[in-house]
């Protein structure tokens, strides 16, 4: 069965600046929603450069924004556009102004980024909030080290937004993981607004039309650095690996991620192009699909690739980074206590013994499933009952064969 919330809308923020994670996480969650309802349309607002390369079903569309990109100092700068940063925020910030009056949504649903990017978003969510649209703060599991946050959202004057702006604050987590926003000090009124989702299971889309990048037919390992623009030293641990000649129980297959410098992923083919039993690739869109062959995953530990090895059940071995961010680490540290996942940090040592060993032992590591945490994968279902209340106060959404 299905449920009806006839011409409702949903407009979703991901300012995307760099990487994949915001944009995978709202395309999930828009999907899981028109899935459940049949008369709803969600509109993404994204600044992603590579989301053309995505499928999107019925009812679910894209505004892309111009793209802006955060520099090794911390600034940004325009991605493409030969105009500068000021003139672009400018853009970004009319584009997401002007579409939410068009589209009229009834809830606006912003991804982790409160204010949005340079604050691009604090004048859409006043003009919403005064046409009586919930606007709502999405959330990962964990954001950063509490310390650097606390510092980043006082620069930026979260605290007031979150409370006077938002109807609500999503946390697409547990509370067995942790509070994102603990020790930062926000009043009660703020923290009341706080639901934990569970985690966003992933739709695994049919492979009747994919073509696998690689051959999968025998075991293999999957490697996948996400984006791809700071995985550099994961991969090459990996590889050392393998270069060791230590005996491994499956071949590799590495993706190094879109958005990894050129350079790099040069070197990385060329040291591939050496190895019998390691192939590496690029891209592929629907990487779930080789997640779902995989016996096995190593990976840095992002929240999309997190909510990957939860949905489909496999022994994975998280490699986090924790400059200029903790958030793999410390999500890293706390799937390990829950008995999720196994880790390698490589800010203890990337001796490459270390590696071969976890290696080794990963195809034999207990399953996600195996540590029996409630509501783990609860995430999509809880969302779509909450803006069913929101819409529907009553919930009694109409129901349809």
């Known amino acids: 069965m299905t449920e009806r919330l006839q011409q409702s809308r949903i407009l979703i923020y991901s300012h995307d600046s760099f990487g994949l994670g915001h944009l995978r996480r709202c395309r999930s969650i828009a999907h899981s929603l028109v899935a459940r309802y049949k008369g709803l349309s969600v509109l993404i607002l994204s600044g992603s450069p590579i989301i053309g390369s995505f499928d999107f079903k019925a009812r679910v569309d894209f505004v892309r924004i111009p793209g802006v990109i955060k520099l090794k100092d911390g600034e940004y700068t325009s991605l493409a556009l030969h105009i500068d940063l000021e003139q672009t925020l400018l853009m970004r910030e009319s584009i997401i102004y002007h ?3 068009t589209f009229k949504p009834d809830i606006f649903l912003v991804d982790k980024e409160p204010t949005g990017l340079q604050g691009e978003v604090r004048s859409t969510l006043e003009m919403l909030q005064s046409k009586g649209c919930i606007n709502v703060l999405g959330l990962r599991d ?65 492979d ?16 996948t650095a996400g984006g791809g623009g700071d995985g550099a030293e994961m991969i090459d641990w990996v590889l050392r690996a393998y270069e060791s000649n230590a005996k491994l129980p499956h071949r590799a297959i590495i993706v190094t991620g879109p958005f990894m410098p050129p350079a790099e992923q040069q070197d990385f083919h060329e040291r591939c192009d050496l190895l019998a039993n390691v192939d590496i690739i690029s891209f592929d869109s629907h990487i779930e699909l080789l997640m779902e062959k995989a016996n096995a995953i190593v990976a840095m530990g992002g929240y999309n690739t997190f909510c990957e090895i939860l949905t489909l059940d496999k022994p994975a071995l998280i490699v986090p980074r924790s400059v200029p961010r903790q958030e793999q680490l410390i999500r890293a540290e706390r799937a390990v206590k829950l008995g999720l996942v196994s880790m390698l940090d490589p800010a203890v040592d990337s001796h490459v013994e270390r590696m071969i060993t976890a290696l080794q ?22 969302i779509a009952d909450m803006v069913r209340d929101y819409l529907e106060p009553s919930g009694q959404a109409s129901i349809t064969a």
């Open 99 to 101: 579409t939410a009056i």
């Open 142 to 206: 964990v954001m950063d080290e509490i310390g650097q946050l606390k510092i980043e959202w006082t620069r930026k004057k979260v605290p007031p937004v979150l409370d006077k702006l938002y109807h609500d604050i999503w946390v697409y987590g547990l509370k067995e993981m942790g509070s994102p926003v603990d020790g930062l000090g926000l009043p009660l009124t703020t923290t009341r607004k706080i639901a934990y989702t569970g985690y966003l299971g992933r739709e695994i889309p049919s």
């Open 208 to 223: 009747r039309n994919w073509v696998p990048p690689i051959e999968t037919d025998e075991p293999f390992t999957l490697v």
């Open 361 to 382: 032992t990963l195809p034999g590591q207990p399953r996600p499933s195996l540590a029996k945490v409630p509501g783990l994968l609860a995430g999509h279902c809880n």
